[in-house]
């Protein structure tokens, strides 16, 4: 990779989305690190469909910084099928306050994860392997996580069976969604209810990229009560019957 091309384009798409206070020196070379150890890791693991730089630059971190300003300070963060690190390695890099666990079912995306973090000396960052809705009924994680957010992993009724139970009563769950949000939210009414949330905020994102702007919502729920032992059901049971 050409740093000094990969610069040029950080500052330019960073600014464009008005985004200038990561436009620090020490952003900018850990960025580029992230990036250079993403796009050749993905050369042999298809860890991420975006293979160019301006992609990863807009489309991971960018996209993903939108919602980092939601996270309460020396929050214990974890980020629900993190796959190749997004949004762990954005939040991490411009967070050093929040203690994250990047969550994921897939051992080399996990493996990636927690190599790169030594790498980069990302101290904030740790990787765990296993299935959402089976670690959520271990005690070691179950109501533990101040935060736990989440980026195009399942659709917002499975997505908030699979979440909620990490959270502790009154924590944060963040939901990074696209132009289908509202859709998702009207049919996930009952598994609010059901699993002790309230929505906070339904923020509507642009990010831009060259003539192109695409819209996302990040949607901010808070628990307010704790979860009923029956939840998080099975794998089968979830996609059987969502909420
Ligand atoms: N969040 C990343 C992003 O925005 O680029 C990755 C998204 S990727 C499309 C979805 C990831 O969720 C995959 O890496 C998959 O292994 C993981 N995943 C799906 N279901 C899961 C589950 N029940 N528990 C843990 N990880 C899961």
């Not at 963040?174 to 939210?185: F, Q, S």
């Amino acid at each position: 990779m050409n740093r000094d091309l990969f610069q040029a384009e950080y500052d330019r798409w960073f600014a464009k989305n008005g985004m200038t206070r990561f436009l620090s020196p020490e952003f900018r070379d850990r960025f580029a690190d992230l990036t250079e150890r993403l796009l050749s890791a993905n050369e042999q693991h298809n860890l991420t469909a975006i293979k160019d730089e301006r992609g990863v630059i807009v489309r991971h971190y960018i996209d993903c910084l939108t919602a980092v300003d939601g996270i309460p300070r020396g929050a214990s963060v974890l980020d629900v099928g993190s796959g190749g690190g997004m949004p762990s390695f954005p939040f991490a890099v411009c967070r050093p306050d929040l203690k994250i666990t990047a969550l994921d079912a897939t051992a080399k995306k996990t493996a990636f994860i927690a190599e790169t973090a030594a790498a980069l000396s990302l101290a904030n960052l740790v990787a765990l392997t296993g299935r959402a809705e089976e670690l959520g009924r271990e005690p070691a994680y179950r109501e533990r996580y101040d935060a736990v957010c989440a980026r195009a992993v399942a659709r917002l009724n499975v997505l908030l069976e699979w979440c909620a139970p990490f959270l502790k009563t009154g924590g944060l769950l963040i939901a990074l969604k696209g132009k289908n949000a509202e859709e998702e939210l009207a049919e996930a009414g009952h598994a609010v209810a059901e699993l002790g949330l309230t929505l906070l905020s339904a923020d509507p994102i642009t990010v831009y990229e060259g003539d192109e702007a695409f819209s996302r919502v990040n949607l901010v729920f808070r628990k307010i009560a704790p979860i009923s032992p029956k939840y998080p059901r099975s794998n089968a049971q979830i996609q059987k019957k969502p909420l």
